[in-house]
């Protein structure tokens, strides 16, 4: 388990909630589908992550553990990942053959969001030379307590089948699969209120 407990991440400490993101998705299957070329990925990633989930810093939900080994960002309900930024990313980033591929993944993931208000993780990640020791969980953990206290769902795209236990381990049920020619598969999972 964790030897350092996981904390709110500090305004001044916003930039390195990022690189363990980056170590954590270098072979996540659907990032690396977007992003196969390691020096595109390398500078796309972190300007996705931002978009994706940087409002979690305003928002106080933003946590990370073991001095920045690992860390979460939250959306609770109401907020939302900046789309038009992640939207202008793909179209300068990612080649024009393999955009509407792309786009249809993320429609169908818009799709499968809960109607009703819920907290998201839009992403979690560990230093790959650290992972098995708890971090995730702890960090699951943290975030889970706030949710609980507001009695309301939260959801996740897990896009590594290899994760979807850790998340059914805390709570969450898979709620379907996306389905599109030539991409990775990714799993929407829902949590319901407690």
């Known amino acids: 388990m964790t030897s350092t407990l996981p904390a709110t991440v500090q305004a001044e400490e916003q930039r390195r909630v990022l690189a363990p993101l980056v170590t954590a998705f270098a072979s996540d299957p659907v990032v690396r589908w977007v992003f196969p070329d390691p020096d595109e990925y390398l500078r796309h990633f972190?300007?996705?992550a931002w978009h994706l989930g940087g409002a979690a810093f305003d928002?106080?939900?933003a946590d990370h553990a073991e001095d920045f080994a690992a860390s979460a960002l939250w959306l609770p309900p109401?907020?939302?990942?900046?789309?038009?930024?992640?939207?202008?990313l793909f179209e300068r980033s990612v080649p024009a053959d393999r955009q509407p591929a792309v786009f249809e993944v993320l429609g169908q993931l818009d799709a499968d969001h809960p109607a009703d208000p819920f907290w998201y993780l839009p992403l979690?990640?560990?230093?790959?030379?650290l992972q098995g020791r708890g971090y995730g969980s702890a960090l699951l953990a943290r975030a889970l307590e706030r949710v609980d206290a507001e009695h309301l769902p939260a959801y996740?795209?897990?896009s590594n089948e290899r994760n979807?236990?850790?998340y059914e381990r805390h709570g969450f049920e898979v709620a379907g699969q996306t389905e599109v020619?030539?991409?990775?598969s990714l799993w929407p999972m829902v949590r319901q209120a407690r």
């Open 59 to 61: 928002c106080g939900t």
């Open 164 to 166: 979807v236990p850790l």
């Open 156 to 158: 996740l795209e897990s």
């Open 78 to 88: 109401g907020i939302h990942s900046d789309e038009a930024a992640l939207v202008a």
């Open 46 to 48: 972190p300007e996705f």
């Open 181 to 184: 020619a030539g991409a990775p």
């Open 124 to 129: 979690i990640g560990v230093d790959p030379q």
